[in-house]
């Protein structure tokens, strides 16, 4: 077995088996939901309404929806099984799914994982976009988000570890780019600095 795979499938088993508790599969599963497109996507374009935020909104939402188109480009190419195929695993399927029908997580295209993509290209966009100034906590609570989405992806056995921090490295390239652009175009004011 080639050694990075084999890292990868102790990391998942260690993940989605060694650290499954039944108390905490409804948290992670709300944590998953939280990073499904059509949530993220909504709240973004709520926020678009509001002129105070509008700015901020949409850069996250091009980030989001250009790092998520990138994405599943990459995972028509990629065409990697997901790990809920091996015989031990046992994917927990989320509230969205329930609700909406759907059953299991599909068996293919996991790489990269699109929750990690479109998640970690939103919060680094608006991390940077507010570093400097009195909301700069907030940039360390919505990449806190980020990386708990990733990480609930792995605990709830649809995603292998190189799946989500893979997502993590393409949206956090997204991120950056967007928020670049963005401040080059003067299309967000420089945040109040702490000491002003």
Not at 1 to 6: I, S
Not at 54 to 59: D, E, F, S, T
Not at 63 to 71: I, W
Request: with cysteine.
């Amino acid at each position: 077995m080639n050694p990075f795979y084999r890292f990868d499938t102790d990391a998942f088993r260690a993940i989605h088996v060694g650290l499954h508790r039944d108390w905490l599969d409804p948290i992670m599963v709300a944590i998953t939901d939280s990073g499904r497109g059509e949530v993220k996507f909504t709240i973004l374009f709520v926020l678009c309404f509001f002129s105070k935020f509008r700015p901020y909104a949409l850069m996250a939402l091009v980030a989001g929806v250009g790092s998520g188109l990138f994405g599943q480009l990459i995972k028509t190419l990629v065409e990697r099984d997901r790990p809920s195929n091996f015989s031990w695993a046992q994917p927990i399927t989320s509230y969205i799914e329930v609700l909406s029908g759907q059953t299991a997580p599909a068996a293919s295209n996991s790489f990269p994982s699109g929750h990690a993509v479109s998640s970690f290209a939103i919060a680094v966009a608006l991390a940077w976009a507010v570093r400097k100034s009195v909301h700069a906590w907030f940039g360390w609570v919505i990449v806190g988000w980020a990386t708990l989405v990733a990480f609930s992806r792995v605990y709830v056995g649809v995603h292998f570890l190189s799946d989500v921090i893979g997502g993590a490295a393409i949206g956090t390239a997204f991120g950056t780019v967007c928020y670049m652009i963005w401040r080059r175009r003067g299309w967000i004011r420089e945040l109040p600095h702490p000491e002003h």
